[in-house]
């Protein structure tokens, strides 16, 4: 069993509507939690970190992290064709500071 | 947000040679820097951490021997993939711990490596 697990997808969803993306894990020892978007052929760029349970909002993007689920979660309000990438799930515990990746999903918002 | 480059963008080398990739902190020192690979629709895999003035740690299953890491300062880490196959194909990134002890990592653009 991976220590992230991410689905895939592709969500494909159509322009304006609600994303929900989410990761579970089963370190019970992550505290840091983060959400990377990468375009084809980019480096990941960071959109959201949390430490610990709770939310977390930035404009259009709020991230939740329940750690008694071992469940987080990114959701994008008004979503736009520009949103359509690759949204990758990372985290790590206080001793050690290289990311956990999830497998990432792909994004699709059709005009 | 702090800035890391890497150089090249992309290398298309024969089976057998040798390849350096570079990856530099523009705006930010960076005592420790981590190479990532990333396989086509997968996700990124750690192969080692970089230490500035000391010995590279890498992840279970990546041979050392084959992927020479050296931090020679505190903004440049390179990894050289020696004697280069195409199984070793893939997109290499790094990244580095954000400067004043944020606990975010920043990446670089990746370098994409092609084995002939």
């Known amino acids: 069993q991976k220590e992230v697990e991410q689905d895939p997808g592709p969500l494909s969803v159509p322009e304006g509507a609600i994303v929900s993306l989410n990761c579970t894990y089963s370190?019970?020892?992550?505290?840091?939690f983060m959400w990377y978007r990468q375009y084809s052929r980019k480096g990941p760029e960071l959109l959201m970190y949390?430490?610990?349970?709770g939310n977390k909002e930035d404009g259009r993007f709020t991230a939740q992290v329940d750690k008694s689920s071992k469940y987080i979660s990114l959701f994008i309000r008004d979503s736009q064709p520009s949103d359509s990438a690759t949204y990758l799930c990372?985290?790590?515990?206080?001793?050690?500071?290289?990311?956990?990746f999830g497998s990432g999903t792909r994004l699709q918002v059709q005009p | 947000g702090a800035v890391v480059s890497q150089h090249p963008s992309w290398v298309i080398c024969k089976s057998g040679t040798s390849v350096k990739i570079e990856c530099r902190s523009l705006d930010f020192q960076a005592t420790t820097m981590f190479w990532y690979r990333q396989f086509p629709k997968q996700s990124l895999m750690l192969m080692a951490t970089?230490?500035?003035?000391?010995?590279?740690?890498?992840e279970q299953g990546v041979e050392k021997d084959k992927f020479l890491i050296n931090h020679a300062s505190l903004t440049l880490s390179t990894l050289t993939v020696t004697s280069a196959h195409p199984e070793d194909s893939s997109f290499y990134i790094c990244?580095?711990?954000?400067?004043?002890?944020?606990?975010?990592?920043?990446f670089g653009p990746g370098t994409r490596l092609l084995v002939l």
């Open positions: 990372a985290m790590r515990n206080t001793g050690r500071r290289a990311l956990t």
């Open positions: 949390t430490y610990s349970s």
């Open positions: 970089s230490n500035e003035g000391s010995k590279a740690t890498y």
């Open positions: 370190n019970s020892a992550f505290q840091y």
């Open positions: 990244s580095a711990p954000g400067a004043g002890g944020q606990e975010t990592q920043y």
